[in-house]
Each structure stands twice: as C-alpha cells, then as structure tokens.
Nanobody, 114 residues
Framework: QVQLVESGGGLVQPGGSLRLSCAAS????????MSWYRQALGKERELVAA????????IYADSVKGRFTISRDNAKNAVDLQMNSLKPADTAVYYCHVHLTDHWGQGTQVTVSS
C-alpha cells in the first residue's frame, strides 16, 4: 500500500533552516506530482509547495516564495522541502502528499520559536 514517511521536523529559531524529507513507497512515484501541505493549530490545512512528476514544474504558496524550495529524486522515491529564513508563522505540522489523491503522510512538527 501507499506509504509516505516524513522526517526532518523539529524546533528552530526564527531565521533558521530545516529540511524536510518524505520517503514514498507502494506506488509508481515518478508518475505523480507531489506536494507539501501544512496545518497550524486551529487553522485549515494549506498547500505549501508542489512539484511535477519530473521535477520540472513547481508552485509555492505566496507566504513561502523565495524561502522554501521543493525538490524530488525519482531514483530514491523521495521529495524534500528546504525551508530557509523560517518565521514563527511557519510553525505547523507539515504533511507529504501525493498530489490530488487521498494519500497523506503522518506529518512532522515544525516549530519556529526563540
């Protein structure tokens, strides 16, 4: 079955960086666009970034443009999210997602605080 396992979350100070990774299995990874979502406490889940199946096309939420970079390695069935210049407003649970499907990872907590 489809499995998405996120890693790399944690506590970081404002202005710091984190790199999230998602290991995928159980489906033909290279055939699907992938995305990262986040959900802050008391808020709806929102799209952070998405990447096409070949990695040639990416989209970002306005709030993270210029700070976050999504990438993928189809040989390793992995999709990453590099997060720089982190702000307290980035605090949320981050989820890996097979774009436009019902498949989600378990989530990883990112907390930006001094």
């Amino acid at each position: 079955q489809v499995q998405l396992v996120e890693s790399g979350g944690g506590l970081v100070q404002p202005g710091g960086s984190l790199r999230l990774s998602c290991a995928a299995s159980g489906f033909t990874f290279s055939s699907y666009a992938m995305s990262w979502y986040r959900q802050a406490l008391g808020k709806e889940r929102e799209l952070v970034a998405a990447i096409g199946s070949t990695g040639g096309h990416t989209i970002y939420a306005d709030s993270v443009k210029g700070r976050f970079t999504i990438s993928r390695d189809n040989a390793k069935n992995a999709v990453d999210l590099q997060m720089n210049s982190l702000k307290p407003a980035d605090t949320a649970v981050y989820y890996c997602h097979v774009h436009l499907t019902d498949h989600w990872g378990q989530g990883t907590q990112v907390t930006v605080s001094s």
